[in-house]
């Protein structure tokens, strides 16, 4: 049955009630939403399956129309960027699709004196998260950063910053727990997003400084690694052109879980994740190996390098933030990274690394660097 949820908001935050649940709308990734100025989400149709559509509407009139997945995170905001399945039960559900008849279907009931969202107890972010760092010590990280496509800070972190992340970053929704998607990582609860989404904003200058270029932020959430958690080989999709890992949790004491690159230079035409799960193929010479410890950050293009973890197979709590940015530009305007119609969308996982340079040829820059 298709029913309407109203949308409301707390603390610039957007919310549905369903049933005896509230639930926040959220960004790719469980990052912010990308609302622009003046929009604001007005309703949430229900009962699609795999999707829920939102109507926004903006102060000055106009209303537009955005894709969730069943997780209530943004999927896109453009038709055709929908799966074809997706698009048929859009079809079979609304006669008039794309069109929607908003006002032909019944709003769900809900007894507006009880909506309040439960959210955990606001935490507050340091005035400073990032340690001081001398002009010296950052122009030695980017020139590093622009010869290699990755970098190491470490100690990033003030402790204050590690203190607020570890006490108030919660891991208890196990929705993802078992998702073979996800990794069979864990991501961070809903009530979280927040404050991962301001860490994301107060470190923002930090990394352009890092890298010496404008950035844009796209998503940023919080992971962590526990037993059976196995982070395969793989390229991040259109919207993480550069991925940063802040480590700010580790237990027992010392326990490690590195990062590996492969620092092959891929082209890479796919707008999806594409995953080549053998790690044993990957020549050694081409591996860096990045290893942080509580309060260090790594940064590196992941649509570029490949890059996985080993499976977690003791007992281990590794836990960090993960903040996405997109540099992408023209005539020295950044440009939001969107799907390009045409490309192919899909999830691609290739089995044999050899194969994959082999059939990919082309699209590796020739070796260089002490890489193949
Ligand atoms: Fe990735």
Redesign the pocket.
Known sequence: MLQVAECFCDSNDYYVRLCDTTVQLLGSGRGALPLQEGWVPVALLLGVPGVAVLRLRHRNGPTATWYFGPDFCFMTHLHDALTPAVRVALREKLPAFPEIEWERYPKLSVDRAIVRPQLTPAAVLPLSVVNERSAGEFDELSRFWRENDYVVVRKALTPEAIAVLTASVTFEDRDSVDDPRQFYRVHNDRSCAKLIAELHVAMHGFYERLFGIALQRTAAFAMRYIQNSDLLP?Y?NIF?AI?STICYHSAPNGAQSPLYLDRAKFLNPHQQ?LTVKDRVGIPLVNIAKLDLQPGDLAAFR?RTHL?WREAVEGQMDYRAVLAHFADAEYNGKLLAPKFVQGVPRDLVDIDSYQEFREVYASYFERSGQGWV
């Open positions: 793989h991040d993480t991925s994740r992941g890059h």
